[in-house]
């Protein structure tokens, strides 16, 4: 199974909740409490993210974070990054010094090209993409769009 770290995870989260807000400003203890996710948690992934310039920070009273830039404009890929560093799916495709077998491996080359493939899928999705829940659902399925065509043709 390819999972990504759950701070990575964690990072999506924060980071497509202040995309929902863009207006607002806030801070740690509140987005937590709005994510239902660990203060502490919350507190090292924004640092994380302030760092790779994916948010802004504004100290003092009425401080907190908000997204440095558009929430289109901020890719799923980045967050992950800001967080766990280069994609890599096998620890040799990012660290390859930490391999005895990179000299001799057969399927070492071809982590690079997965490693592509995958970096190219999130860099795909932005933060924008991830506040709508119908982004992604599947051609056909019930999880679409509510069609409002017959209740206004009612009114």
Same mark, same amino acid.
């Given at each position: 199974?390819?999972?990504?770290?759950?701070?990575?995870?964690?990072? #999506?989260?924060?980071?497509?909740?202040?995309?929902?807000?863009?207006?607002?400003q806030a801070?740690?203890?509140? @987005?937590a409490a709005?994510?239902? %996710?660990?203060? +502490?948690?919350v507190?090292? #992934?924004?640092?994380? %993210? +302030?760092?790779? $310039?994916? &948010?802004?920070a504004?100290?003092? +009273?009425?401080? $907190?974070?908000?997204?440095?830039?558009?929430?289109?404009?901020?890719? &799923?890929?980045?967050? #992950?990054?800001a967080?766990d560093? /280069?994609?890599?799916?096998?620890? !040799? *495709? #990012?660290?390859?010094?930490? !391999?005895d077998?990179?000299?001799? !491996?057969p399927?070492?080359p071809?982590?690079?090209? @997965?490693?592509r493939a995958? *970096?190219t899928?999130?860099?795909?999705? =932005?933060?924008? /993409?991830?506040? *709508?829940?119908?982004?992604?659902?599947?051609?056909?399925? *019930?999880?679409?769009?509510?069609d409002? =065509?017959? +209740?206004?043709?009612?009114?």
């Amino acid at each position: 199974m390819i999972i990504l770290s759950k701070l990575a995870d964690y990072g #999506v989260i924060v980071a497509t909740h202040l995309a929902t807000h863009p207006e607002r400003q806030a801070n740690a203890a509140v @987005i937590a409490a709005e994510t239902r %996710l660990p203060a +502490a948690t919350v507190a090292k #992934v924004l640092k994380a %993210l +302030a760092h790779a $310039g994916l &948010v802004l920070a504004t100290r003092g +009273a009425t401080g $907190g974070y908000r997204l440095a830039r558009q929430a289109t404009a901020i890719s &799923v890929a980045e967050v #992950v990054a800001a967080i766990d560093g /280069d994609i890599g799916l096998t620890q !040799c *495709s #990012v660290h390859a010094e930490d !391999c005895d077998r990179t000299n001799y !491996c057969p399927t070492r080359p071809h982590w690079a090209a @997965i490693n592509r493939a995958v *970096s190219t899928a999130l860099e795909a999705i =932005s933060l924008d /993409d991830m506040i *709508s829940p119908f982004t992604f659902a599947p051609l056909g399925s *019930s999880a679409t769009a509510p069609d409002h =065509s017959i +209740a206004e043709t009612a009114r």
